[in-house]
């Protein structure tokens, strides 16, 4: 039952038919709302959050989300500041799937409670990132193993699909590779990323030495072509080690289109970095499609979710079939370790025994990042 609940995850999770139809036609795949501005922590490299205001109310945020369900957006995911500070994140998400979205959650994870997650999985929540930068809390970035560990328990038979993705920056890199292997261990998809530059293009914090970023980032290149549960494409993988050559890449950027963002005070936003002062309320699909080429600011772009839709609306029956073929080689390990180990072994032991590679919750690589496995035109 469990085992064929997971294999059925594998390839409905963000439904990769349902999917397909929006590269097919002129509707947005998916939409980050900012559920709020504000936030439980103050990471040095980060641009937004912002505690001077207040949440938007339950009312606004049912009234955006349905518009952005009548543009025809299939997912969204619900992004902040910090989406779980907000009172009413519950209803939200319960309306979310009520409307038919396929629906996730990105959060610091330091106000997860069992309860919530109970809750959140109850509402419907299909996929939760939790972000973790290091193993233990530094002047920078406070999310760290040390807090997030002791919590993974508490997905150990949910339904929701949980991966974990960190930011590498000088101060994380020397412990980036922990990052990855805590998590890769428990089974749980993981991924640590290239910090990104704010919307005026300045780096808040030291990135790190080139060099050593490079290798980090071609290992996992190269842990990936081995099949370990790196949460993203090696498409993206080779992208960020283009973005530290400094080499041209060729896409062009569907953001604003297949992919948008609305702000907590319910601005359209093309994305995280480029902004609008249009109501959500107010863009029809024709502003939509107006949106559908190449941007100025594309050199240098951190923004991977929307790397990621660009380069599949570019070749979408290359991505998909690639997307389902890399679901269904999952599915003889997963015969395996129902067979050979105890699945929901507690978190805890996993812990203690960080090289048991343990299957956490069935969890997809799909979710938001369903779409991200992609060739490049051209590969670094
Ligand atoms: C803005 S946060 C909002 C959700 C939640 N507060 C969290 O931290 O997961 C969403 C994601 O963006 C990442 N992020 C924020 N600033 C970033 C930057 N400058 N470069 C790369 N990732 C960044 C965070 O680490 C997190 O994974
Ligand atoms: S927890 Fe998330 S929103 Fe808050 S400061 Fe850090 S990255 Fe930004
Ligand atoms: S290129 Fe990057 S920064 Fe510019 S609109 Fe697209 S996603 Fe946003």
Redesign the pocket.
């Known amino acids: 039952m469990k085992l064929l609940g997971k294999i059925a995850r594998e390839f409905s999770g963000y439904n990769i038919l349902e999917s397909s139809k929006r590269l097919l036609d002129r509707k947005p795949l998916q939409c980050s709302l900012y559920v709020t501005d504000r ?1 439980n922590l103050d ?1 040095a ?4 959050y912002d505690n001077s205001r207040p949440h938007p109310s339950i009312e606004d945020l049912k009234k955006w989300v349905r518009k952005i369900r009548e543009l025809g957006t299939m997912r969204i995911a619900l ?5 779980l500070t907000h009172p009413d994140i519950v209803k939200l998400v319960r309306y979310c799937r009520e409307l038919g979205f396929a629906t996730s959650l ?3 994870g330091f106000l997860l409670t069992r309860k919530l997650v109970a809750e959140l999985e109850d509402a419907g929540l299909q996929v939760m ?1 939790i ?1 973790v ?1 290091r193993m233990t809390p530094s002047a920078i970035t406070k ?1 760290s193993f040390k807090t997030i560990l002791p919590k993974l328990d508490y997905f150990r038979d949910s339904k929701i699909s949980l991966h974990i ?1 960190g ?1 590498i920056c000088a101060d994380t890199l020397p412990e980036a590779q922990a990052v990855l292997e805590t998590g890769l261990s428990r089974g749980i998809p993981t991924e640590v ?1 290239l ?2 530059a ?1 919307p005026l293009q300045r780096f ?1 914090v030291d990135r790190g030495r080139r060099e050593e970023l490079e290798r980090f980032v071609d290992s996992m290149i190269e842990r990936k072509r081995h099949g370990e549960k790196i949460h993203t494409s090696e498409a993206i993988l080779n992208y960020q080690h283009s973005l530290l050559r400094g080499e041209h890449v060729e896409w062009t950027c569907v953001a604003g289109y297949k992919l948008f963002f609305v702000s907590a005070q319910g601005k359209f936003w093309l994305c995280s970095m480029v902004h609008t002062d249009k109501h959500i309320m107010d863009v029809t699909p024709e502003d939509l499609y107006a949106n559908y080429h190449k941007k100025s600011c594309q050199q240098g772009c ?1 923004v991977y979710c929307a790397v990621s839709a660009s380069l599949l609306v570019e070749k979408p029956v290359q991505v998909l079939g690639k997307e389902i073929v890399a679901r269904a080689r999952r599915v003889p390990s997963m015969f395996r370790h129902s067979s050979s180990s105890d699945v929901n072994k507690a978190t805890q032991t996993a812990v203690a025994n960080p090289s048991g590679a343990q299957e956490m919750n069935g969890s997809a690589e799909g979710g938001p990042s369903a779409d991200q496995r992609v060739a490049l035109r051209k590969s670094a």
């Open positions: 936030c990471c490299y980060c641009t937004e992004v902040g500041g910090e989406p990105t959060t610091n990132q972000s930068d999310k993705t930011v990323r910090v990104h704010d808040r951190g």
